[in-house]
Structure formats: structure tokens, C-alpha cells
């Protein structure tokens, strides 16, 4: 890309940026978009936060496993032999 191509386009991005942020903040529809989008964005990062725990869970019900697995057996854990070459 040539540096004028570079300049068209930081110059588009800079206006599709400028206008949106007008709408958003100086007019009227802007400002109902913002009241009904923050409530979900909240929502959002509450279900993130949710698969986030639920994910911590499972590993550690895994690792659990493993670890009871192991005892069971006698055999190393999954992690003791890596980096090593089986013969």
C-alpha cells in the first residue's frame, strides 16, 4: 500500500469515527442508543465472567481427576513426563 493509499484511508477511518462519535454523543437518537446498549454490553460481560468461572470449574474438577486417577494407579501425572522422549 502507497503512502497516499495510507492517507485515503486514515482519513476515512478518522471520519466513520468522528461522525459516529458525533451521533453517539451530540444528538438525541445517539444518546437512547447509548441508554439501551449499556444495560446489554453489562449483560455481556456478566455471562463472560460466568463462562469464565464455570471453565475454572472444570479444570480444576479435571485436574482433581487426574490427581485421584493417579493415586489410584501409581502412574505420573499427565504433566511429570512432558519434555521427554519416549523410547
Known amino acids: 500500500m ?6 485515503v484511508l486514515a ?3 478518522g471520519a466513520i469515527a468522528g461522525g459516529l462519535w458525533g451521533y453517539l454523543y451530540l444528538t438525541a437518537g445517539g444518546r437512547r442508543f447509548r441508554e439501551q446498549l449499556e444495560p446489554r454490553i453489562d ?4 455471562e463472560v465472567r460466568r463462562a469464565k468461572r464455570t471453565v475454572e470449574k472444570a479444570r480444576a474438577a479435571a485436574d482433581e481427576s487426574w490427581h485421584t486417577l493417579n493415586e489410584l494407579t501409581g502412574g505420573p501425572s499427565p504433566w511429570e513426563g512432558a519434555g521427554r522422549v519416549a523410547r
Open 11 to 13: 482519513t476515512l477511518l
Open 43 to 46: 449483560d455481556f460481560v456478566t
Open 2 to 7: 502507497d503512502e497516499r493509499s495510507k492517507v
